[in-house]
């Protein structure tokens, strides 16, 4: 069971970063290059506790479905995103939010499993840990990007930040 746990210091209020790490449209903006959209569920605007959303998008070549579903929020400290179904066995999302020296650090932890057991194991190690590593390293960036320019405004349509 592969974990990945990144840290990212956002110079930005904790609620902006909150927020901005739940808004749709901003996930899909940063997942551009898979071609990444809704097919189901929380289409727009900020997904909240109990709320689900059906991702359709391009990895390895092929297109894969997922659905999340929030089932941990506590802003702005914490939310959980889990997999309801998808090309994983099972993964867990947690994303924490604490203040720092008027910073945010925000720190991700990702948990999967991946079907076919021992194969499983071996592509967990050979590609996917590497990959999916890659890919919340980029949505971060994108999240830090946007938290500390003017344009987290078109994300948070009038929320408190």
Known sequence: MP????NTIVEAPIERVF????????????????????????ATGLIEQGESVTWKARHF????????????FRRPDHFRDSMVSGPFRRFDHDHHFSRQNGS?????V???????ALLGQVVDRL????????LLE???????AVAESDS????????DT
Request: hydrophobic content about 40%.
């Open 19 to 42: 927020d901005l790490s739940r808004s749709i449209d901003l996930h899909r903006a940063s997942m551009e290059a898979n071609e990444e959209l809704v097919v189901a569920g929380v």
């Open 138 to 144: 980029q949505r971060n960036q994108v999240i830090k």
């Open 127 to 134: 590609v996917l840990t590497a990959y999916m590593t890659r």
């Open 110 to 116: 990702f948990d999967f499993t991946t079907p076919f």
């Open 61 to 72: 070549g092929f297109w894969l479905s997922l659905e999340s579903r929030v089932c941990q």
């Open 152 to 159: 987290w405004r078109q994300y948070l349509y009038g929320h």
């Open 104 to 108: 945010t650090l925000m720190n991700d």
């Open 3 to 6: 974990t990945i746990e990144l």
